[in-house]
């Protein structure tokens, strides 16, 4: 290994609805991840990249008790049962085993119904514990709530107003490790957009000659460049100066955008290496096309970090790890999500230490700083996430939702709100490939940036606007009828026809997750899962092949994420339970 760089990905969408931040998410990751894993990386001699991006830092400015929605019903007193549910729904949305388990009176809140007033106060403050990051946790503030089973309103007030100032102290502290030359940061076009798509909707049959186009597109090649110049202000307004390098959202680039960024003084910018592919070999390169300089992300490497190591011990994910990048050889590119992935780590603080720790015997560089490059001639669009444009567009709620707003500008060509409805996140919601229990918000929110234009227009809203473009579906496919598959690793077609089918992704972070197949009869719960990319370190030889099992407790499911074996056999209780409540407990 020549040199590794390093890009930790921060991001959320424009969550304005009804004059309000309607979604908590940057709040709460602000107090866990934002300050945290800069103050973390900051503590070493290591050269690391953050991405910010313009959604990110406007909201990280904007939030105080009265814009930001989750925040003030905190600080209302007689909630009105509406209000009631929608702060249950956020705060069931978090990931038990690692936020929640570890305090026992909040286990016991959450999981109890019909709480009395004084225990719905209780449970929001150890919400609000359970999202505080390592520094939040080591002052003696938190640490008195921490030793607490009880709270007063009045203490949990205090505790809002006090996680509101330290939010304000992030973006500050970011402009001062750049300065101190600690880090470097980048971001991204304004709502986090998928450009190609923006210049050319054709782009995704180019990435994907199977996709299914939108009824009716044409060019939002205007919109894609205010993006491009909306960002660059943004980032100069909070950091001084103008960026120098763009991270695409979702990695996603295509000629028509290597050019526009060129243009707009972008000199260096990033895809995944099933882009490169298309083209190249070698990902161990940065590569020039048009004058700009071209960084893509080793996938293994990085997704190792995002989805594998949560699994395992600190000390043997970055020794698994540091023998990765040193049987590579050139730079070494490492992209990947900064925030969502440490609520799944039980201990991410002692990985992220040792991490670093780790990476100071290593050359780390900043991207700019990585001279060597190869000439590209040519670009296939595509995105980081399998090369293609699928997690956007293709299926119905995706296409429909591109149809609301290609309609919508065919009526009313011009209107700022057309940027905040062009935001990734909201197609990747739609349809298939992820969900939450939050994506009749986020429909209803990408729906309203619409509706608005029309009202600040005085027109008339469109009726296709009005109607719902969420559908719920299930997390999983019913089994037909009992079935007991033969368990030897070599399993066939016909050995599991009828058997029920699990939906792999769930979050935002769930879609590195296999194919699941359940079966069951009298006495067990058989499990396949076929693995078809990557998978966790004890899979590493295998790709391609089948593993099965059947088991009797949910423990035996994590230890089969950590075992080597293809199979085992079990006897099983297990049928008593709900699959669906299997996959959301295990999985997700």
Known sequence: MDSISILWHMHQPFYYYKNKIYLPWVF???????YDMANIAG???VKTSFNLTPSLLIQLNEIDEKK???ISLLLKRNLQDYEKNFILNIIKSVYVDTMVKPYKRFYELFNKKDLSDSEFNDLEVFYLLGWCGEELKNRKFIQNYLNKDTFTYEEKEELVFYLLEFVKKIIPFYKFLQDSGKIQITTTPFSHPILPLLFN???????NPFAVLPK??????????????KAKEVYKKFFGVYPKAFWPAEGAIS????????EEGIEITFSGDDVLKKVADDIYTPYEFEGVKLFFRDRYLSDLIGFNYKYFEADAAVSHFEREIESRSGNITVILDGENAWEYYKKPYEFLHKFYQMLENENTKFFDEVDKTKKLNKIIPGSWINGDFNTWVGDEEKNRAWEMLFLSKKEIPEDENY?????SDWFWWYGKGHTSIQNEIYDEIFRNYLIDIFKKHNREIPAYLLIKNFNKRQYFKPQKFLLTPKIDGKTDFFEWVGSGEIEENFGALASSLPKIYYAIDENNLYLRIDDTNYLFE????????????????????????????????????IIKLDINEIYKNWFV
């Not at 909707?201 to 990435?207: I, L, P, S, T």
């Not at 407790?553 to 099983?572: H, Q, V």
Request: aromatic content about 14%.
């Open 43 to 45: 503590k070493y001699n």
């Open 28 to 34: 709460l990751h602000a107090i866990k991840d934002y």
């Open 216 to 229: 009716i597109y044409f060019s939002l090649k205007d919109d894609a460049i205010m993006h491009i110049k």
């Open 538 to 573: 004890g899979f590493k030889n295998i790709k391609g092949k089948i593993i099965e099992a059947v088991g009797k407790k949910k423990e035996f499911l994590k230890f089969i994420l950590k075992s080597k074996n293809f199979e085992m056999i079990l006897p099983s209780e």
């Open 419 to 423: 940027l905040y409805a062009e935001g």
């Open 201 to 207: 909707m054709e782009n995704a049959k180019k990435a």
């Open 68 to 70: 930001d929605y989750f």
């Open 255 to 262: 000629e028509e955008v290597i050019k526009a960024f060129k």
